[in-house]
């Protein structure tokens, strides 16, 4: 298998596995993952308590200390991910389901739900928790956290974002 431009962030024990929909050309040429200055990843998982530190983008490995990775749908980095076609998000859906098998994290965090709903042929999806899981993972399509998505603001990314992680890791964090 060829190597991925830009390589997943994944590990053992994970509770939850970010999923982009592709690389922007410059997270595939800085090797991180949303490393695009506009993009609210990296503050919306700390404000929503997920780290205890906004992470930089070089830092992307660090978020396997915190039960966290980072994948994408596609491996093929464009500019904008409406540069994807259909064929090429269905055969990134299964290509998901056999990592997300493979790696068994807790929940399963797809960022995007135009892209969730072209990769699986479902044009009334809705955001949120999925009926299937995929890969045997609980299912979450969430808004992707781009600076091109007007639709939803950081403080709503965090407060979404903060609702995935499995309450066991929040409990043992705690020391509750």
């Not at 970010?18 to 595939?28: E, H, K, R, Y």
């Not at 939803?152 to 974002?161: K, N, S």
Request: proline share 10%; aromatic share 4%; with cysteine.
């Amino acid at each position: 298998m060829p190597e991925k431009p830009l390589p997943d962030v994944i590990g053992p024990d994970l509770d939850v596995l970010f999923c982009g929909i592709n690389p922007s050309l410059m997270s595939a040429e800085r090797g991180h993952h949303f490393a695009r200055p506009g993009n609210r990843f990296w503050p919306a998982l700390h404000l929503a308590g997920l780290t205890p530190r906004r992470l930089r983008p070089e830092e992307d490995r660090e978020l396997l200390r915190y039960g966290l990775g980072v994948t994408n749908l596609v491996d093929r980095p464009t500019r904008t991910a409406a540069e994807l076609g259909r064929e090429e998000l269905a055969e990134g859906t299964a290509a998901l389901e056999r990592l997300v098998a493979e790696h068994r994290p807790r929940v399963l965090a797809v960022l995007g739900i135009t892209a969730w709903r072209q990769a699986n042929g479902c044009p009334r999806a809705a955001a949120g928790l999925q009926e299937e899981r995929l890969g045997g993972a609980v299912t979450w399509v969430v808004p992707n956290p781009s600076g091109l998505n007007a639709h939803a603001q950081l403080p709503d990314l965090a407060r979404i974002y903060g609702r995935l992680r499995p309450p066991a890791r929040a409990e043992r964090e705690s020391g509750a």
